[in-house]
């Protein structure tokens, strides 16, 4: 996955629209910044929770 990658964050059973920023350097957690409920969050996510925006 590349920086800047669109994607879809899997939280409390809804799957928001965000923005895939960086990985770890073993790859199990990204940074994903994502909108929920009005307000624009940034945090590390497992990476079972987040999948690649298919074109």
């Known amino acids: 996955m590349q920086p800047n990658?669109?994607?879809?964050v899997e939280l409390d059973g809804d799957s928001l629209p965000g923005l895939?920023?960086?990985a770890t350097?073993?790859?199990t957690r990204l940074l994903v910044t994502?909108?929920?409920?009005g307000h624009v969050s940034t945090t590390w996510l497992?990476?079972?929770q987040v999948r690649l925006v298919e074109a």
Not at 5 to 8: A, F, G, I, M, R
Not at 34 to 37: A, G, K, N, T, V
């Open 5 to 8: 990658s669109p994607v879809l």
């Open 20 to 22: 895939f920023l960086k």
């Open 25 to 27: 350097a073993d790859g």
């Open 34 to 37: 994502f909108e929920q409920d």
């Open 46 to 48: 497992p990476v079972e």
